[in-house]
């Protein structure tokens, strides 16, 4: 099998480890007396959503809605999927959003609510806060988006700026809460997966302005007064902030994790292994800009390479995690683009040397691959094109690179998501 296969089976195994159809049925809850209502959102809801039916106990009352971003959704029987827009949220985002908060409140005591979270969930969420209009929420989304901000850091004012995150799903239930999230963060945190619509939020809207403020995000002046006033009523007791940790909606409220990061590298690794392959998963919490990131794993490469140190060839380098973009230039960004492309500057042609970025859920940022693959002959090939790698690198478009050379990676929806695939071989 050639490097190219190699690399692309072993994101296609990573994928495989984090598919809803074979991971969710083993964690479902027990049917209630009552009714159960499926909420969900994320990229992999619709997914969820449909294993769900699939394995629920037959002649239990199963009812919901699920909102997935466009071309994500899947036939399904009982629960309703609904299309939406990711990452900038859409008027379907708010209707969806609104359609689940009122499906919640009237649950009953007896019933069960079984939410299906993912990534992506957060901008699928957004039914503004009164005072904020969804222009205004779409505005400083993408301007968060292209800031460089950490997704913990762009939730925490998604958590603020919707009725629905940061826990208000759950305080508006009287039914006993139960949710399975699988993972597109780095710490595996319920209360960052979607944003968590039912986990306790520890941050404020002081946190909201602090980062309003560090990353110079533009907004009306409307919208700084509904952040001041509802931090205003809250530091005085009063209504306005997300629940938190402790507060005693949480508990009948139960959030399994039930796919990872961690366990699509180890997937990827048994495969790696069963090829005669050392690997070497370098962690699934890799952060930081991903140019710089790149650098780093360049490093790795190359001392494996010269002087087989801390494995003699041939060798998988495995990384998992989320690093960011700041966009600078006229590109689109695409983490996992910036990445090999920095990569592949950085290693300067080193020959035998391979590598596979990829986002899981078959998106890297806003176009429609999932990452790209680079080849030892990457640069020479470019340059004998009349492409200038480092020129594109600065100005954010690693896309238009790897488009040019025919090294994009395209797999459509995954119906999951764990989060970016990194892989290096090293031959």
């Known amino acids: 099998?050639?490097?190219?296969?190699?690399?692309?089976?072993?994101?296609?195994?990573?994928?495989?480890?984090?598919?809803?159809?074979?991971?969710?049925?083993?964690?479902?809850?027990?049917?209630p007396s009552g009714n159960t209502l499926v909420i969900g959102a994320g990229k992999a809801a619709a997914a969820m959503a449909r294993a769900v039916e699939t394995h629920w106990p037959p002649g239990n009352h199963l009812e919901g809605i699920v909102v997935t971003p466009y071309r994500h959704g899947l036939a399904t029987n009982s629960i309703m999927v609904i299309e939406a827009s990711h990452p900038i949220p859409d008027t379907r985002s708010e209707m969806a959003s609104r359609a689940i908060l009122e499906s919640v409140r009237m649950l009953k005591p007896d019933d069960l609510l079984l939410g299906l979270f993912s990534g992506g969930g957060s901008s699928l969420l957004s039914a503004p806060v009164p005072g904020v209009i969804l222009e205004e929420l779409k505005s400083i989304t993408h301007q968060l988006l292209l800031c460089g901000a950490s997704i913990q850091e762009i939730n925490i004012v998604r958590k603020h700026l919707s009725t629905v995150l940061g826990g208000k799903l759950a305080a508006a239930s009287r039914a006993p809460v139960r949710c399975l999230i699988i993972s597109d963060v780095t710490d595996n945190d319920p209360s960052s997966i979607a944003s968590g619509p039912c986990a306790p939020d520890p941050s404020t809207w002081q946190d909201v302005l602090t980062l309003i403020e560090r990353y110079a995000i533009t907004v009306s002046p409307q919208v700084i007064e509904?952040?001041?006033?509802?931090?205003?009523?809250?530091?005085?007791?009063?209504?306005?902030?997300?629940?938190?940790?402790?507060?005693?909606?949480?508990?009948?409220?139960?959030?399994?994790?039930?796919a990872t990061a961690r366990q699509s590298l180890a997937a990827a690794a048994q495969f790696f292994q069963a090829q005669g392959i050392t690997p070497l998963i370098l962690g699934d919490t890799v952060t930081g800009e991903?140019?710089?990131?790149?650098?780093?794993?360049?490093?790795?490469?190359?001392?494996?390479?010269?002087?087989?140190?801390?494995?003699?060839?041939?060798?998988?380098?495995?990384?998992?995690?989320?690093?960011?973009?700041?966009?600078?230039?006229?590109?689109?960004?695409?983490?996992?683009?910036?990445?090999?492309?920095?990569l592949a500057i950085a290693l300067g042609g080193l020959e035998e040397v391979y590598a596979l970025a990829c986002d899981t859920d078959g998106i890297d940022g806003s176009e429609t691959n999932a990452g790209a693959v680079m080849t030892p002959d990457t640069l020479s090939r470019a340059r004998q094109a009349g492409i200038d790698p480092t020129a594109l690198l600065d100005d954010n478009d690693a896309y238009t690179f790897f488009e040019k050379q025919g090294d994009l990676v395209v797999t459509g929806p995954t119906y999951t998501n764990v989060n970016d695939y990194r892989a290096i071989l090293i031959v």
């Open 226 to 258: 509904v952040l001041r006033e509802n931090g205003r009523k809250s530091s005085n007791g009063g209504e306005g902030e997300t629940p938190k940790p402790g507060d005693p909606v949480f508990r009948n409220v139960k959030n399994r994790i039930i």
């Open 1 to 31: 099998m050639n490097p190219r296969e190699l690399l692309l089976d072993s994101f296609r195994a990573a994928i495989d480890a984090a598919d809803p159809q074979k991971i969710v049925p083993a964690h479902l809850p027990e049917p």
């Open 290 to 342: 991903a140019r710089e990131v790149a650098k780093m794993h360049a490093v790795i490469a190359r001392e494996i390479r010269h002087y087989n140190n801390p494995y003699r060839p041939p060798v998988a380098l495995i990384s998992g995690g989320e690093t960011t973009v700041t966009v600078k230039g006229a590109g689109k960004g695409g983490r996992n683009a910036e990445f090999l492309l920095s």
